[in-house]
């Protein structure tokens, strides 16, 4: 299974920042991305097409949206489409991730009714799922993930390509904290998020990436995504510096 190196670049970047950023990352990466690892950055909308166009003639350079709406169009004011993410280039969409459970307030039904439509509406899919400390302290950890993939996940046909849909799994805790999980925490989490894909879509569960986010940095990732069941990772912070970003995408390939 190829790796996914993913950046969400959250809300950091004007547009010429983020085609300067673009620029950079595939000039480092020019001819070295390995076989068996593509690229994916989640810009903010008004940079996508920019960024899209950087990536446009590169091969395994995607971009997503961070988010949409899940209608095909209508009176929704300040939203966008699933279509209008399309239109900009982006081949991907991340449903569900913390920020928008905890700050902006997406209950697990919405983050399904997203990943469904983003899913038929052709987009592949980056479903976010993790705890938070306190979860995580009370023993709940299986409980939430549980509880965030079989509603995130329970509108999507269970003969789905596998290669359309990605969980990335982030414990609240490690995101921008500098606390990055143990790999002790990474692979029992991750060993959970296999089992409950494997028993949502029987062996199509075995062929659905699993990335880790939470303060992934050059110096931590090569020891993250030689892990079991670690198909990729989903940076933050150390994704906004090409260099950065781009030794995170070559860290022990
Ligand atoms: P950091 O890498 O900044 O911890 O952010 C992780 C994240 O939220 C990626 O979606």
Same mark, same amino acid.
């Given at each position: 299974?190829?790796?996914?190196?993913?950046?969400?670049? /959250?809300?950091?970047?004007?547009?010429?920042?983020?085609?300067? %950023?673009?620029?950079?990352?595939?000039?480092?990466?020019?001819?070295?991305?390995?076989?068996?690892?593509?690229?994916? $950055?989640?810009?903010?909308?008004?940079?996508?097409?920019?960024?899209?166009?950087? +990536?446009?003639?590169?091969?395994?350079?995607?971009?997503?949206?961070?988010?949409?709406?899940?209608?095909?169009?209508?009176? +929704?004011?300040?939203?966008? !489409?699933?279509?209008?993410?399309?239109?900009?280039?982006?081949?991907?969409?991340?449903?569900?991730?913390?920020?928008?459970?905890?700050?902006?307030?997406? !209950?697990?039904?919405?983050?399904?009714?997203? %990943?469904?439509?983003?899913?038929?509406?052709?987009? !592949?899919?980056?479903?976010?799922?993790?705890?938070?400390?306190?979860?995580?302290?009370?023993?709940?950890?299986?409980? $939430?993930?549980?509880?965030?993939?079989?509603?995130?996940?329970?509108?999507?046909?269970?003969?789905?390509?596998?290669?359309?849909?990605?969980?990335?799994?982030?414990?609240?805790?490690?995101?921008? %904290?500098?606390?990055?999980?143990?790999?002790?925490?990474?692979?029992?989490?991750?060993?959970?998020?296999?089992?409950?894909?494997?028993?949502? +879509?029987?062996?199509?569960?075995?062929?659905? /990436?699993?990335?880790?986010?939470?303060?992934?940095?050059?110096?931590?990732?090569?020891?993250?995504?030689?892990?079991?069941?670690?198909?990729?990772?989903?940076?933050?912070?150390? !994704?906004?510096?090409?260099?950065?970003?781009?030794?995170?995408?070559?860290?022990?390939?």
């Amino acid at each position: 299974m190829n790796k996914l190196m993913a950046a969400n670049w /959250k809300m950091y970047k004007i547009y010429e920042e983020a085609k300067d %950023t673009a620029e950079a990352l595939v000039k480092l990466l020019d001819g070295k991305l390995p076989d068996g690892r593509e690229v994916l $950055v989640f810009p903010p909308f008004t940079a996508l097409r920019g960024v899209s166009k950087k +990536f446009k003639d590169e091969k395994g350079f995607w971009t997503g949206g961070q988010d949409f709406w899940p209608e095909k169009e209508g009176a +929704f004011t300040g939203e966008i !489409s699933p279509g209008m993410l399309r239109d900009a280039g982006a081949a991907f969409a991340l449903t569900g991730h913390s920020e928008r459970r905890h700050v902006i307030g997406e !209950s697990d039904e919405l983050v399904g009714r997203k %990943t469904a439509f983003a899913l038929a509406s052709g987009l !592949s899919v980056v479903l976010c799922v993790g705890e938070k400390i306190e979860e995580r302290r009370s023993g709940a950890l299986e409980a $939430v993930l549980e509880r965030q993939l079989r509603a995130g996940l329970a509108d999507v046909p269970r003969e789905i390509d596998p290669a359309r849909l990605a969980v990335a799994y982030e414990p609240v805790w490690a995101i921008g %904290t500098g606390e990055v999980a143990g790999p002790k925490e990474i692979l029992g989490a991750h060993a959970c998020v296999r089992r409950i894909l494997l028993d949502i +879509f029987e062996n199509i569960g075995n062929d659905i /990436k699993i990335l880790y986010g939470g303060s992934v940095k050059p110096d931590n990732c090569a020891e993250i995504i030689a892990l079991d069941n670690v198909d990729g990772v989903l940076v933050g912070g150390a !994704s906004l510096a090409a260099e950065s970003f781009a030794r995170i995408v070559l860290a022990g390939a």
